[in-house]
């Protein structure tokens, strides 16, 4: 047996991977506000980095769509050169939550938050990139985008730049959209890359005056933070910045690691050690003033469908990229902007989960409310502020399903009334227990009998026993209390 037994399959899952991962890697950095090589360069640390590190052995790492709204804010409001820093902070809070063994509770988060999220991320990016897709400045607020469209599609309309750029984009989502249902030796390539190799031909083809990727070479791009880039570290501001980082890039790689162990028979997940890894790379990330990453779940996928085995096809994806990344950088100055436009509207589509809404509305109704809320919240106010709301609804809907409470009142008409509670009893349910109480009858004796309860907090403690010294003054019996 030879040392490597996987080697040829691993070798062919890894060109899959690069080749998928050239155009996304591209893509985000753009919409990011970013030279695009920063994104190779975090596609890089992502496969060879966090490759070689033990966690999930088939997950690929690298930038992703789900933080491309949250980067481009930092970067506007921040400044590139503080991006590194951020990232940097987000990794060796990863590295500390790994260590301390917090990466098995990200998959306490609810789903439908997480999947609102990225419903949220979705709606976002598509809007900004019809945009890009038409050569325009998206506005900088979520909300702003989304109305600012029909005034932008009426401008594109008298443009023959814009229709241009339009057409191109539009012909990028219709390639990756079809590419599904093409013969599966033509789908041996990657639609991404089949779709921006077109538009580019295209473009070329017809000249097309339609922008193309800004080149700034793999060196000039890589710009370590310095040190008044740290000094920003003292503004509240990047700290939450920090934070929402840390959060939603530790949250998305271990919901992706989750999906990708389901696809596979091979190890599973050690979900502490994946944190550190995924911590590992993006404090390399920021060292090198790159983009955050996280896993994602389209490159994991594509691994194990091209038949990955072992860790060794995304270290080799990432070798590929450094390759293509030091010997082929001016092929990027060729890609249209609108063709990496078209392809994030298509990974922005994906990202909101229509099929899911429509299972939890008829079985989850709560689950699809929190989804649809934490995804408008996102829009209309911003990521973490609406991934907050998302928690705190969930949090919310969870305590109201935990006071669970139920009351039975025996009247015999003879004799004392009886009232019977079980389950829990929280202060949530408080009114309901006191308007139940009060509407029984204020000139007879009454026996309580809380032995059913479960639990019974402070407060309705409390206010049983004010209640129960209101109706012994009446003038009945003392009412007679049987406590659990």
């Known amino acids: 047996m030879t040392k490597y037994p996987y080697l040829r399959q691993d070798f062919a899952a890894s060109v899959v991977v690069f ?10 950095a753009v919409a990011s506000g970013a030279p695009a090589e920063l994104g190779l360069v975090t ?12 966690g999930s052995s088939l997950q690929v790492s690298g930038p992703a769509a789900g933080l491309t709204v949250l980067v481009y804010e930092a970067v506007t409001e921040f400044g590139l050169p503080v991006l590194g820093v951020l990232v940097l902070a987000a990794g060796l809070l990863q590295l500390l939550m790994g260590a301390l063994k917090l990466g098995r509770w990200f998959r306490a988060i609810s789903v439908s938050v997480v999947e609102g999220m990225l419903a949220g991320i979705g709606l976002v990016i598509i809007a900004g990139q019809l945009y890009a897709a038409a050569g325009m400045k998206a506005p900088t607020s979520g909300i702003d985008k989304i109305t600012g469209l029909p005034e932008a599609l009426v401008a594109a309309v008298g443009s023959a730049t814009a229709v241009a750029s339009v057409a191109i984009g539009a012909g990028t989502i219709a390639v990756m959209v079809s590419w599904k249902r093409l ?3 033509a789908r041996a390539v990657p639609g991404a890359l089949a779709a921006v190799a077109l538009a580019t031909l295209v473009t070329f083809a017809f000249d097309l005056p339609v922008a193309t990727v800004e080149v700034n070479g793999l060196i000039d791009s890589i710009q370590p933070p310095g040190a008044d880039a740290f000094g920003e570290l003292a503004n509240p501001a990047v700290l939450g910045t920090v934070l929402a980082f840390t959060l939603i890039a530790s949250a998305e790689s271990l919901f992706s690691a989750a999906a990708v162990d389901r696809l596979h028979d091979g190890p599973r997940t050690r979900y502490d050690k994946e944190l550190m890894a995924q911590g590992a790379g993006n404090a390399v990330c920021g060292v090198l003033g790159a983009l955050p990453m996280t896993a994602v779940i389209v490159r994991s996928s594509a691994n194990v469908q091209a038949g990955a085995r072992t860790k060794a096809s995304r270290v080799l994806h990432g070798v590929w990229l450094l390759l293509f990344a030091a010997l082929l950088p001016s092929a990027l100055a060729l890609i249209p902007l609108p063709a990496l436009a078209g392809i994030l509207v298509h990974a922005g589509w994906k990202l909101i989960p229509f099929r899911q809404l429509v299972t939890m509305w008829r079985d989850h109704r709560g689950e699809a409310l929190i989804l649809v809320v934490t995804a408008l919240a996102i829009v209309g106010v911003n990521m973490f502020e609406g991934v907050l709301i998302g928690l705190a609804l969930s949090v919310a809907k969870t305590a109201w399903e935990a006071s669970h409470l139920k009351m039975e009142v025996i009247d015999k008409g003879a004799g004392p009334i009886q009232a019977h509670l079980s389950g829990n009893a929280t202060f949530l349910r408080l009114p309901k227990i006191l308007d139940s109480l009060e509407s029984l009858p204020q000139d007879r004796p009454i026996e309580l009998n809380l032995s059913g309860l479960h639990h019974l907090d402070h407060a309705c403690r ?23």
């Open 19 to 28: 080749l998928v991962a050239v155009p996304l890697c591209v893509g985000v």
């Open 43 to 54: 596609g890089i640390v992502g496969g060879i980095v966090t490759g070689l590190l033990p």
């Open 183 to 185: 013969p599966e030796k």
């Open 462 to 484: 409390t206010a049983l026993e004010s209640w129960a010294e209101r109706h012994s003054a009446s003038g009945t019996d003392p009412v007679k209390v049987t406590i659990p």
